[in-house]
């Protein structure tokens, strides 16, 4: 096995002259120390099925979800693909959501330890996926912006990122990812197997408490263009079909790229659920849980009038 860090990078490695699909315990161990130190591993030409990519993801910790298509077409039982999925459909609103970047399942009680993409179709041009380093960003801040933001926390929503992001309302339903909670994270994250500290912010995150809503919108935005505004620190990954890629959600922000929306993408996502003892913000029954759920109606509140300018023009998706 080979891991060859990635040229004029701070993070991020690709590697070869391995088989995830028949991986031995060495080998796993070297990927998982890997994955830690670089935050994300390509791993060219695997052509993962469904099976195997559900297998490797295990390795890392239980599964949010296994070998989903992450695709702008349904599968099908046979194992094709449908017609391409229209632009209103709830599905194409969430996916245009995420070419902002983001950290996974930030407004779950428990946020995501890491993801995993393999690509199946992917077009000739765009759909590409972009990774973004917060533990070089956080290093690179200056002091007086870290003393500023040790203490903050920021509450986590993807009901605000679609409606300030692209103008989505979808309708909120318990038990969907649009629940009407949100999360309270801290700005700064301590990595639960590293002990690096990174910064940990993104499209999901809203209304630091402590600061009026401008201050506060402020803040998270500058530090997400802050840890973006070193090419050193981003990443592009150009998909070829077959290739692997697994990234450290709890350091890394990462988005999608636009493309030709007519044109078949389809990546297979897995996703590994986070060690509650270091990922979970807290429970819905939690009392703490109330002042996310004001935070969050009150801010949407707000965002009805202020999206109509957006992508979806502050509607909700029908069909
Ligand atoms: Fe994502």
Same mark, same amino acid.
């Given at each position: ?119 199946? !179709?992917?077009?000739?041009?765009? &759909?590409? $996926?972009?990774?973004? +380093?917060? /533990? #070089? ?98 990443? !592009?990954?150009?998909?070829?079909? &077959?290739? $692997?890629?697994?990234? +450290?959600? /709890? #350091? ?68």
């Amino acid at each position: 096995m080979n891991i060859q860090r990635i040229a004029d990078k701070v993070f991020g490695a690709i590697v070869t002259d391995v088989r995830l699909a028949a991986l031995s315990d060495d080998e796993f161990a070297a990927i998982h120390r890997a994955f830690l130190d670089y935050g994300f591993l390509v791993f060219p030409g695997q052509y993962l099925s469904d099976e195997e990519n559900i297998v490797f993801g295990k390795r890392f910790g239980e599964l949010e979800f296994g070998a989903l298509p992450m695709a702008n077409q349904e599968k099908i039982r046979d194992g094709s693909y449908g017609e391409i999925i229209p632009m209103k459909s709830q599905r194409m609103r969430t996916n245009v959501g995420n070419e902002a970047w983001h950290t996974d399942s930030t407004y779950w009680p428990v946020s995501s330890k890491c993801a995993m993409l393999s690509a199946v !179709t992917v077009p000739d041009e765009g &759909g590409e $996926t972009e990774l973004a +380093d917060m /533990r #070089a960003g956080y290093a690179a801040l200056d002091q007086a912006t870290r003393d500023r933001i040790e203490h903050l926390a920021a509450y986590h929503s993807t009901q605000f990122s679609q409606a300030n992001d692209v103008g989505d309302f979808p309708p909120q339903v318990e038990g969907t990812i649009y629940h009407g909670e949100a999360y309270l994270r801290p700005l700064v994250k301590t990595h639960p197997e590293t002990g690096v500290k990174n910064l940990f912010v993104g499209r999901h995150a809203f209304g630091v408490p402590g600061l009026e809503r401008s201050e506060s919108r402020e803040l998270l935005k500058s530090l997400v263009e802050f840890v973006v505004s070193d090419p050193s620190r981003v990443y !592009t990954h150009r998909w070829q079909e &077959g290739d $692997t890629m697994i990234w +450290d959600n /709890r #350091a890394l922000l990462h988005r999608a790229r636009p493309y030709d929306y007519s044109k078949a993408r389809v990546l297979t996502g897995t996703r590994v659920a986070g060690d509650p003892a270091s990922e979970l913000a807290c429970h819905p029954t939690d009392p703490e849980a109330e002042a996310g759920r004001q935070a969050l109606a009150a801010e949407l509140e707000q965002l009805r009038c202020e999206t109509e300018d957006r992508m979806f023009g502050g509607t909700s998706a029908r069909g």
